[in-house]
T-cell receptor, first 113, second 113 residues
Framework: GAGVSQSPSNKVTEKGKDVELRCDPI?????LYWYRQSLGQGLEFLIY????????KSGLPSDRFSAERTGGSVSTLTIQRTQQEDSAVYLC???????????FGNGTRLTVT | QKEVEQNSGPLSVPEGAIASLNCTYS??????FFWYRQYSGKSPELIMS????GDKEDGRFTAQLNKASQYVSLLIRDSQPSDSATYLC?????????????FGAGTRLFVKA
């Protein structure tokens, strides 16, 4: 079956531009996560959506970052006025239930020049 | 104190040996525990999940959970060079709107042929 799909796979943008990253979770999965991983580092939690509950935004590093999940399915992570330190791989994951294992997409590699 | 702690390694073991990976967590209310494997340049993939105290075996992998000590471990028997990767411990502590998955920084494992 289809897994978690992320697009684009690679994004190069100039400093100061806005970017949108898309995640299409596995159908029926109620939980959706965004993580960020810088080169050689661990997974940094960004935001968590669970069903119709208010998202847990506690990991967003600044107000330049925002995310939404429409219709309990597709999610978009938006980074405004990108900075060089935003360069990283952005990973999306979904799970069937809050305490279920995560299924990861292949990630979006963001490079800010 | 970090919510999930792992020794960053690298841990180096000879082929055929047992690799032992350890993880501690801070929230006693945590319910679900996972081990993910991440190859360089790839997304994490689930290798083990454990929900109750004791051992859980799956092929060459054994997960061990001790909730009283807030300790999770992963044993890899008959280690192979293909096991060389970063191993991520993940825990679901209670969070707003349900449980959200928190990752440790990962332990790099090298299996020498």
């Amino acid at each position: 079956g289809a897994g978690v799909s992320q697009s684009p796979s690679n994004k190069v943008t100039e400093k100061g531009k806005d970017v949108e990253l898309r995640c299409d979770p596995i159908s029926g999965h109620t939980a959706l996560y965004w993580y960020r991983q810088s080169l050689g580092q661990g997974l940094e939690f960004l935001i968590y959506f669970q069903g119709n509950s208010a998202p847990d935004k506690s990991g967003l590093p600044s107000d330049r970052f925002s995310a939404e999940r429409t219709g309990g399915s597709v999610s978009t992570l938006t980074i405004q006025r990108t900075q060089q330190e935003d360069s990283a791989v952005y990973l999306c994951a979904s799970s069937l239930a809050p305490d279920s294992p995560l299924h990861f997409g292949n990630g979006t590699r963001l490079t800010v020049t | 104190q970090k919510e999930v702690e792992q020794n960053s390694g690298p841990l180096s073991v000879p082929e055929g040996a047992i690799a032992s990976l350890n993880c501690t967590y801070s929230d006693r209310g945590s319910q679900s525990f996972f081990w993910y494997r991440q190859y360089s340049g790839k997304s994490p993939e689930l290798i083990m999940s454990i929900y109750s105290n004791g051992d859980k075996e799956d092929g060459r992998f054994t997960a061990q959970l001790n909730k009283a000590s807030q300790y999770v471990s992963l044993l890899i028997r008959d280690s192979q060079p293909s096991d060389s990767a970063t191993y991520l411990c993940a825990v679901n502590p209670p969070g707003g709107g349900g449980f959200k998955t928190i990752f440790g920084a990962g332990t790099r494992l090298f299996v020498k042929a």
